[in-house]
């Protein structure tokens, strides 16, 4: 056991001398990972960002039903009942003429006209169902549910619906589905790219040293104490990298916060990416430490396997 | 301590094999020189012996151990009981004496104690005890081989295999690496040395063994060997 661990700490110490003496070809590889590792966050939290946003806006789609003033308290909890039970509703909601009342004057708050308005007389609103759909496509379906004559008949005014944003929200579905595709190709060929580097660079750093290799195979030097160092070297670079990534994502939301706050930027909803970021920091934090990692070590174990033969490969 | 029962090596089928069916028993603490001249596959014995190749057919068993069980993985276990000198010396050129025999304790774990306590002792043993701090290229060609034997023995391994170590020694310092060697034998050390030197064959009392074409033309006690 002793052993051992005088073994794993020549091997971590080995890799770190070895990662300051090929300093400039570390240098070389760590950029390299750092944008990848830095396109793989961004996208993250632009996804996360859009995610949001199509969230927002899909979750203020309803159908509002307003039932006639003679429909009475059963009739109108018999048809909610009806209507929880369709597949394509999410959530229903009753507004009794009170509630409705309750909620207009809170949302009018500010217009005293209108207020008054609406006391002097008697309360003129309508008791109202509100319906959440599943998602959009099953709008259709509950408009026409509620078309049904024995439904229709309860009903003081047409129902209204969001559905004619509809075509907005598509847009915005399918552009964020092309950005994630991008996304995905774009953090693919980087990933490629860094690892093939990474690669290389190790690959160099084990040809400058081949005859030490040679020496240690012969001596007796088990595999995992040849390669270790070369893996501990790569490791460093994952994590070097990872946290050179966030620190760069954290620096650009600086920058943002301060210029970028005031103009609205649509879609992009700079300040809750910022949240997001900031909510989930030790999260990306670790799984960018976890890629970057895996990265480094899987590329060095690979590099090094053709040295690693009991027969030496002929010069 | 070695045994080699009808040991053939093939590297390229046209060239026909390089070893042909060689039987050799050598017994524990003999010294036996290994003679032939290039070619003769005296090389190929020694790759054989420590594994650098595998046989072709025959069977191979060093220190117990037989080299048709050995897995891949447990190569750097026999590699840690056989020494191996060469006669490039194969040092490692950025670091000192003292790191270079240290390193061959280093990588079986040896703790760091242990290797300052050993180190110099052996460094004794080759008498290179005042070089310890010098770096391999402003050693002389003798004294590297002497650091190289040092690292060889410094694990106490039961074999040390000597790869003409005087090949590239002008003869008074091919000397001191033999007078080397001799200690190591009489302190209980297997030794197998391959040479070109008829100067030392001669000059050695031991176990002469020649190969020729890849098989053993003879093997005999110096006595004979001389008196042919």
């Given amino acids: 056991m002793r052993r051992k661990l005088t073994t794993f700490a020549r091997i971590v110490r080995t890799g770190m001398v070895n990662f300051v003496r090929n300093l400039w070809l570390a240098i070389a590889a760590m950029a390299i990972m750092i944008v990848t590792l830095t396109i793989i966050l961004f996208s993250v939290v632009v996804n996360a960002t859009f995610s949001n946003t199509v969230a927002q806006i899909t979750d203020k789609i309803d159908v509002s039903l307003y039932l006639k003033d003679s429909v009475s308290d059963g009739q109108a909890q018999n048809l909610v009942k009806q209507l929880q039970a369709l597949p394509s509703v999410k959530q229903v909601t009753f507004l009794s003429k009170a509630q409705a009342l309750t909620a207009y004057e809170q949302q009018n708050a500010g217009n005293q006209q209108l207020l008054q308005a609406i006391t002097e007389t008697d309360n003129p609103l309508p008791a109202t169902v509100r319906i959440k759909p599943v998602d959009l496509n099953h709008i259709g379906q509950i408009r026409s549910y509620i078309a049904q004559p024995k439904i229709a008949q309860l009903q003081s005014d047409p129902a209204s619906d969001s559905g004619d944003r509809r075509a907005a929200i598509d847009k915005i579905t399918h552009a964020t589905n092309i950005l994630r595709r991008v996304g995905v ?74 210029s970028l706050q005031a103009t609205s930027f649509g879609l992009l909803d700079i300040s809750y990416s910022q949240s997001f970021f900031e909510s989930h920091y030790w999260m990306l934090l670790g799984s960018q430490l976890a890629l970057g990692v895996f990265i480094g070590a899987a590329s060095s174990v690979i590099a090094t396997r053709r040295y690693l033969k009991f027969k030496m490969p002929r010069k | 301590m070695i045994l080699l029962d009808r040991v053939t090596k093939t590297y390229n089928k046209n060239l026909g094999p390089a070893l042909d069916r060689i039987s050799l028993h050598v ?192 093997d005999r006690a110096n006595a004979e060997y001389n008196a042919k």
């Fill in chain 1, 185 to 258: 190709v774009a953090v693919l060929v980087f990933a490629i790219i860094s690892v093939l580097i990474i690669f290389n660079t190790i690959q160099m750093a084990i040809f400058n040293r081949r005859d030490e290799l040679q020496i240690m195979r012969l001596l007796g030097a088990s595999t995992w104490y040849i390669r270790g160092p070369f893996v501990v070297e790569s490791v460093i670079y994952g994590v070097l990298s990872a946290v050179a990534s966030i620190l760069l994502i954290n620096a650009m939301f600086i920058t943002a916060s301060s």
């Fill in chain 2, 27 to 218: 017994e524990p603490k003999e010294f036996v020189i290994v003679v032939g001249q290039s070619g003769a596959g005296k090389s190929t014995l020694l790759k054989l012996l420590t594994r650098e190749e595998r046989p072709t057919s025959g069977k191979i068993i060093v220190g117990g151990i037989d080299y048709d069980k050995l897995k891949d993985r447990d190569i750097p276990l026999l590699r840690r009981k056989i020494g191996v000198v060469f006669q490039d010396f194969k040092l490692l050129p950025n670091r000192t004496v003292f790191e270079n025999v240290a390193f061959a304790l280093e990588i079986v774990g040896v703790s760091t104690r242990e290797i300052h306590n050993t180190v110099p002792k052996v460094l004794d043993i080759v008498n290179l005890k005042d070089k310890a701090g010098r770096m391999p290229q402003e050693l002389s060609g003798g004294e590297r081989q002497r650091v190289a034997i040092a690292r060889a023995i410094v694990r106490q391994p039961k074999i040390l295999i000597a790869d003409e170590p005087t090949g590239n020694l002008d003869p008074k310092h091919a000397w001191d690496v033999i007078a080397v060697l001799e200690k190591i034998n009489k302190y209980g050390t297997t030794v197998l040395l391959t040479t070109h030197n008829q100067d030392i064959v001669n000059k050695l009392k031991r176990r002469v063994v020649t190969i020729k074409h890849g098989t053993i033309a003879s």
